[in-house]
């Protein structure tokens, strides 16, 4: 598959930003998560049979629409200026377009997760400061049928999950000539002010605590709805009676997890899983739905090398813990005279785990229920929305989890240690209730080619 590159550009916003929204100020929380992006990738077939001059028309209408909805969104037609600021300059988003020699189709049978990378318009590798880089890329990747890719990779430093999910509706409600207009609330900075970056140093070493050294590589394990409701029924205790789908699949990987890592090294290891909270539905009163920023913390559970005495529904029980724990009283804190303390053992707790000898963790995220596969920009929805798969020789253990196409499985991108993915690979439970890599061709319902 070759991914040609035909031509390069910044779409700024359509009117100009008003000088006093020149700077924007970053929030506290904005420290916390040291990746540059969470990149995504949109694939669109073509069902209609768009003629070439009709998918010409298509890409004229993103460009349009992204222009108009950067002038609400401005600090995403910025660059970033340090850890603490964004210059509003209206520079525009970096705007790539490309030509891809194959059928969408095609590509989708049997989708390489590191090809994907291809469809990205920058590396997404953190390789020191982004000062100065644009805060919005976008690639639009047109393939021979007429389909498309639209990759995204926005600075992770202003937006997390939720506030990606409210730019995509606002982009996709523009291009669609929707009445429905989002107007983004930038609500974090007022929330949880900073003027120093004691967060970023902090949560680097609590991060770099949790760095392996090795191979890694990303697989998808699909979980459908039957195998979901399943393990949600197993899970269920006394404790927690109706486990949500994202605790029974989190516990059951997890799970799955440690006996891979059991198996590498000859013996049980303790082990942290950490899951990313959403502060917005914790807050007193709850945050708009359109609140930007990264409004996010993180929960943490430990199994001291028990997970098989455990159980599913131990395991539930003690994610459930962990999760409840990030509650108004948390969030109440972080916004109080107490934070830094708050905050300070927060991520300690993870950091000293992370450094002990012979323990194992691992990082799980959600982006079910974000509506993603609602991004429609006038010629349907996405047919997969998808991350990208990892590599390299320091990596962290990381399993983001995203909904299928009809909203009620999950694929769950599991990134580990080679050794330790090709035990998992072959787990015969893990397999009785996922698919490795299965096409998301056949996770959708029938389209024509």
């Given at each position: ?93 970096r705007y790539v377009e490309a030509e891809v020699n194959c059928l969408l189709f095609d590509f989708l049978n049997q989708p390489d997760l590191y090809l994907i990378q291809r469809f990205l318009p920058c590396e997404t590798s953190f390789n020191g400061s982004n000062a100065g880089t ?141 899951h990313v909270v959403n502060l917005r539905r914790r807050t007193v009163p709850p945050l708009p739905e359109n609140s930007m920023g990264n409004l996010i913390w993180i929960a943490s559970a430990q199994s001291m090398a028990k997970y098989d005495k455990l159980g599913l529904h131990g395991l539930v ?133």
């Amino acid at each position: 598959m070759e991914v040609k590159v035909v031509s390069r550009e910044r779409i700024k916003p359509s009117s100009p930003t008003p000088h006093h929204q020149r700077t924007f100020k970053l929030s506290l929380l904005d420290q916390l998560i040291p990746a540059p992006y969470a990149p995504l990738v949109f694939f669109y077939p073509n069902e209609d049979g768009a003629t070439p001059l009709e998918v010409l028309k298509r890409l004229i209408v993103l460009k349009e629409s992204l222009s108009e909805t950067l002038t609400h969104f401005y600090p995403l037609a910025g660059k970033i200026e340090d850890d603490l600021t964004i210059d509003c300059n209206d520079e525009g988003a970096r705007y790539v377009e490309a030509e891809v020699n194959c059928l969408l189709f095609d590509f989708l049978n049997q989708p390489d997760l590191y090809l994907i990378q291809r469809f990205l318009p920058c590396e997404t590798s953190f390789n020191g400061s982004n000062a100065g880089t644009p805060v919005t890329n976008i690639q639009v990747s047109v393939f021979k049928c007429g389909g498309f890719a639209i990759g995204l990779c926005i600075s992770h430093k202003i937006l997390d999950g939720d506030a990606m999910s409210t730019f995509l509706k606002g982009w996709a409600n523009t291009a669609c000539g929707s009445k429905e207009v989002v107007y983004p609330n930038f609500v974090a900075t007022s929330l949880f002010p900073t003027n120093d970056l004691w967060l970023r140093d902090t949560s680097i070493a609590t991060w770099g605590s949790l760095f392996k050294v090795g191979n890694c590589t990303t697989r998808r394990f699909v979980f459908d709805a039957s195998a979901i409701a399943i393990l949600k029924a197993k899970a269920a205790s006394s404790c927690v009676l109706n486990p949500t789908r994202v605790e029974a699949v989190s516990a059951f990987l997890w799970k799955c997890a440690m006996a891979a890592s059991e198996e590498k090294s000859g013996f049980k290891r303790p082990s942290l899983l950490s899951h990313v909270v959403n502060l917005r539905r914790r807050t007193v009163p709850p945050l708009p739905e359109n609140s930007m920023g990264n409004l996010i913390w993180i929960a943490s559970a430990q199994s001291m090398a028990k997970y098989d005495k455990l159980g599913l529904h131990g395991l539930v029980g003690q994610v459930r813990e962990g999760i409840s724990k990030i509650n108004s009283d948390f969030v109440k804190k972080l916004r109080g005279d107490e934070r830094s303390s708050v905050i300070r053992k927060s991520l300690k707790r993870v950091e000293e785990f992370g450094s002990k000898d012979g323990s194992n963790y691992f990082g799980f995220t959600s982006w079910c229920k974000l509506g993603y596969y609602e991004a429609n920009f006038g010629w349907g929805k996405p047919i997969w929305v998808s991350g990208v798969g990892l590599g390299g020789s320091v990596f962290m253990n990381l399993i983001v989890l995203m909904e299928t196409r009809n909203g009620d499985g999950i694929e769950a991108w599991v990134t580990l240690d080679e050794e330790e993915m090709a035990i998992l690979e072959r787990d015969m439970e893990l397999l009785t209730y996922a698919s490795v890599d299965p096409s998301p061709l056949n996770l959708t319902e029938s389209f024509s080619v």
